[in-house]
């Protein structure tokens, strides 16, 4: 349904923001011959896949490098399982370079422009990414919660959320709250014009 209305609205020139309120290739990665789960040696959250380019082949051997989100730590993505040596490493989940892959396949002809923390930790990317988006010249801005708030860009008739039940279920009290502030937010970002 997301895919239909994103070639809709690419048909009428019209500009799509998506968000997924995670960032890096994907959630964690996993050994699919013993179950053993990647983690921070730091503080035991599991490590987040970030691959290295925007060149992504189908079916090609994990690369890239894992880090943790929370306090920093990073290691480069080793070939054989941590715990029982085997090659059957498998990510799972989504973050932003997944969507963007994923768009770029089922959209080849859109501009498609990502804008997360990784993105923006580069020296003037931020401001590029946003002027690139805001002057036309990209069709689809794919984010985190940084493309929620203060955009007010009139050719965004669609917003995208993606995985929108995961931030109700933080562990944290104030969860289903921030999570609907912040869905609130980006659906602010459609029909301003």
């Known amino acids: 349904l997301l895919t239909l209305a994103i070639n809709e609205r690419l048909a009428r020139h019209e500009q799509v923001v998506l968000l ?7 959630s ?3 050994c699919q011959a013993c ?21 992504y082949a189908e079916n090609a051997p994990l690369s890239g490098h894992l880090a943790c989100h929370h306090c920093g730590f990073r290691c480069a993505l080793k070939e054989d399982c941590p715990s029982c040596h085997s090659p059957f490493l498998k990510e799972s989940g ?11 396949k089922r ?18 990317a931020y401001e590029a990414v946003l002027n690139q988006f805001t002057e036309g ?7 985190t919660q940084m493309v929620a708030k203060g955009l007010d860009i009139p050719r965004v008739t669609l917003v995208g959320v993606l ?14 709250e921030r999570g609907f502030q912040l869905l609130a937010q980006v659906a602010g970002r459609a029909g301003r014009g």
Do not use: M
């Not at 989504?94 to 770029?104: D, I, M």
């Open 20 to 26: 997924i309120n995670r960032r890096g290739f994907a």
């Open 35 to 55: 179950g053993h789960v990647v983690r921070c040696k730091n503080c035991s959250v599991t490590l987040t896949l970030h691959k290295h380019s925007t060149s």
């Open 137 to 143: 010249n990209a069709d689809i801005l794919i984010g």
């Open 107 to 124: 959209h080849p002809a859109a501009r498609v422009v990502r804008l997360d923390s990784d993105v923006a930790a580069r020296k003037g």
């Open 163 to 176: 995985t929108a039940d995961a931030a109700f279920k933080l562990p944290d009290y104030r969860s289903t």
């Open 94 to 104: 989504l973050g932003t370079q997944k969507v963007e892959e994923e768009v770029l």
């Open 28 to 30: 964690h990665v996993f």
